[in-house]
T-cell receptor, first 113, second 112 residues
Framework: GDSVTQTEGQVALSEEDFLTIHCNYS??????LFWYVQYPGEGPQFLFR?????EKGSSRGFEATYNKETTSFHLQKASVQESDSAVYYC????????????FGAGTKLTIKP | EAAVTQSPRSKVAVTGGKVTLSCHQT?????MYWYRQDTGHGLRLIHY?????STEKGDIPDGYKASRPSQENFSLILELASLSQTAVYFC???WGGGNTLYFGAGTRLSVL
């Protein structure tokens, strides 16, 4: 079945550091890929998506590029802020048909002021 | 903005008891989902539904039932709650033509 692997369980950075959270997927065809963010006490919320190879998704300074060759969708941000502290989830879903949307284990990002 | 409301927000249940978690959405979405969240496992799909009066098994359905009596409402039922079902449960919905999920705020369930 489809699966999503997030390498880092926790990431700790200082403000203005460069962020990379790794996401790799296993699925047939061309799934849609997503990043969601979850703040304490809230449900996850959609950050952005990409639907085809080499497409870049972005929002709030975060970005990721769909790479079918390496089956990856790594999240990056050039300069993190304390307010970016949250849990980030990579997810995949079929562009058409299959109703399931599969999430990775999540990465807890902590930004020190 | 999609509105997904879960109730209760937290619950303490006894082992072997019956628990019902409720979810209500007001955006006329076709699909509704129940996920559980555990540290180290992320969000795992329990049940989902794409139309009223029909439910489908997700990846971890054992020990759970689901009910979709109307397009707006989707319940998760634990007939015999167990310690291993202590977790945070999230309901989500989406429009049939898109993949973006809209989540509720979650229900924290503790089974003692």
């Amino acid at each position: 079945g489809d699966s999503v692997t997030q390498t880092e369980g926790q990431v700790a950075l200082s403000e203005e550091d460069f962020l990379t959270i790794h996401c790799n997927y296993s699925a047939s065809g061309y799934p849609a890929l997503f990043w969601y963010v979850q703040y304490p006490g809230e449900g996850p919320q959609f950050l952005f998506r990409a639907s085809r190879d080499k497409e870049k998704g972005s929002s709030r300074g975060f970005e990721a590029t769909y790479n079918k060759e390496t089956t990856s969708f790594h999240l990056q941000k050039a300069s993190v802020q304390e307010s970016d502290s949250a849990v980030y989830y990579c997810a995949l879903g079929a562009n058409y048909g299959n109703e399931k949307i599969t999430f990775g284990a999540g990465t807890k990002l902590t930004i020190k002021p | 903005e999609a509105a997904v409301t879960q109730s209760p927000r937290s619950k303490v249940a006894v082992t072997g008891g019956k628990v019902t978690l409720s979810c209500h959405q007001t955006n006329n979405h076709d699909y509704m989902y129940w996920y559980r969240q555990d540290t180290g496992h992320g969000l795992r799909l329990i049940h989902y539904s794409y139309v009223a009066d029909s439910t489908e098994k997700g990846d971890i359905p054992d020990g759970y039932k689901a009910s979709r009596p109307s397009q707006e409402n989707f319940s998760l039922i634990l007939e015999l709650a167990s310690l291993s079902q202590t977790a945070v449960y999230f309901c989500a919905s989406r429009w049939g033509g898109g993949n973006t999920l809209y989540f509720g705020a979650g229900t924290r369930l503790s089974v003692l």
